[in-house]
């Protein structure tokens, strides 16, 4: 589904000139979203997680509450409280001043209630105080998954300065999803340290195809990506259950390496973690996940016997290797662009940080009960668990108490799920985007067939071996 924030709007029956997003530039509002229909308006109090205007809110309340009248209640508050202290260590059962007690509770609970009610009247009334100032009649915002709220960069900027120094023209030009950004302000506003993951897939669907030939002589063709069979023979069967259900007939498995360069938004989604790093002082931890691809492609190969499991596994690796090298051109590339920057790459290859990888996340994927609530299907299981863990690697890593999520809108079940398991761990706040459409107009760059993948580079043949028999020899 294609769609855009002024549209989402109007099937809502919404004016957009009444909402927090009549302030965006009609690009932004305009700006193709390819995404389900999971899309709810919700209220804007709920989500201050990614909203500025809360946050502008709760910053004037906090002015309001330094007035006499709420800095009193506050201080006779904390003199009941102190008091009540000191009759419990006095007399831990409280027996001897069980009466005093009860009244000093009861006065107290009432100043707190006192106290709540002029928040909530501060915050109603500067909330109106800002959305007449501004033209704003429906304070709410779209949420997306029930987990994050569309924003724009702007609303970065407005809720901490140092995302102002960030220098990409197609960040701010792009509707973002946000999650948690308080959890960022706050840890710029103290010094913490923090931490930026994310990246591209290893490759979309169309670059890796996987040809299965069975003794019958009869041949397969799948997307590795996507795990479909597209060729002519028709079969709605999946891969991995292709391969289950004909185990003892396959005799040759062969893949054929489509891929022809990094894309734009491959090359985008690595420059994002580098340009919203160095303002922030920021470590980045970037996972080339092709051990989670090695370890798909191993498990759903199960049924097959182990010689011709393992060479498929191996010559997979070699494609692997080849794609994972041109993302670690890239990053080299960026190193140098944005110097002084801490950076630390995942990939199969660099076996001492896989090794803590899986180390450090043991702790929190042993806990009774949560793996079979994450996923239900046991082939993708194990890289299911990678992708939720790899965006604590910056916690894995450096011990970093706040992370930033920059990625693609498809990976906001993963922070969703990140933030379940690693519960009070760490702050986990995410940056989403859109991804592009490719130029067909009509699929994402990940999802475009080959010739409107966008590639930015060709470093020639892609070629790891494609075809079955005899047909390589051609």
Not at 151 to 179: H, I, M, N, Y
Not at 435 to 447: A, M, P, Q, W
Request: glycine share 8%; hydrophobic share 35%.
């Amino acid at each position: 589904m294609v769609t855009t924030v002024k549209e989402l709007l109007r099937q809502k029956g919404i004016r957009i000139e009444d909402t927090l997003y009549g302030l965006n530039s009609r690009e932004l509002n305009e700006f193709p979203i390819t995404a389900g229909d999971f899309f709810r308006m919700e209220p804007e109090k709920r989500w201050r997680g990614g909203s500025w205007l809360w946050e502008a809110c709760a910053a004037k309340c906090r002015e309001k509450e330094e007035n006499p009248t709420f800095l009193e209640l506050k201080k006779e508050s904390r003199r009941l409280g102190k008091r009540i202290r000191e009759l419990k260590e006095a007399d831990p059962n409280g027996y001897g001043h069980m009466e005093e007690l009860r009244a000093l509770r009861t006065v107290n609970q009432g100043i707190r209630e006192a106290m709540q009610r002029l928040v909530m009247y501060y915050r109603s009334q500067i909330l109106y105080e800002l959305e007449q100032e501004m033209g704003i009649r429906d304070s709410r915002v779209l949420a997306y998954k029930n987990t994050v709220s569309i924003g724009s960069f702007a609303d970065l900027e407005r809720q901490a300065e140092a995302f102002c120094q960030v220098e990409l023209p197609w960040l701010r030009k792009t509707p973002l999803l946000l999650g948690n950004i308080p959890s960022v302000t706050e840890a710029v506003r103290k010094g913490t340290p923090i931490g930026i993951v994310g990246g591209p897939c290893l490759f979309g669907t169309h670059e890796v195809e996987v040809l299965v030939r069975r003794r019958d002589g009869s041949e397969a063709s799948f997307d590795f990506s996507s795990g479909r069979r597209y060729d002519r023979q028709g079969g709605g069967q999946e891969l991995a259950d292709y391969l289950e259900d004909h185990a003892g007939s396959i005799t040759e498995i062969a893949f054929c390496d489509n891929k022809k360069g990094v894309t734009v938004q491959e090359q985008e989604s690595l420059e994002v973690l580098f340009a919203m790093a160095a303002p922030l002082g920021a470590r980045v931890a970037i996972p080339v996940p092709d051990i989670s691809y090695l370890k798909y492609l191993y498990t759903i190969g199960f049924a097959l016997p182990e010689k011709l499991r393992d060479q498929s596994v191996e010559d997979f690796r070699k494609i692997t290797r080849r794609i994972a090298d041109l993302y670690l051109t890239q990053i080299e590339r960026l190193k140098r662009k944005y110097p002084g920057i801490e950076v630390q790459v995942l990939h199969e290859r660099n076996q001492e940080l896989v090794g803590l990888f899986y180390e450090r996340r043991e702790e929190f994927f042993s806990k009774s009960g949560l793996i079979r609530r994450l996923t239900a299907k046991r082939a993708k299981t194990d890289a299911i668990f990678d992708y939720i863990s790899m965006l604590a690697l910056p916690y894995y890593i450096w011990e970093t108490p706040c992370v930033i999520q920059v990625d693609n809108l498809d990976e906001t079940d993963s922070y969703r799920k990140c933030r379940k398991v690693h519960k009070n761990a760490f702050a986990l706040a995410s940056v989403l985007y859109p991804e592009k459409l490719s130029r067909d107009g009509v699929n994402t760059i990940f999802n475009a067939p080959i010739e409107y993948k966008d590639y930015i580079d060709s470093p020639g043949d892609a070629g790891c071996g494609c075809g079955l028999g005899e047909a390589e020899e051609g």
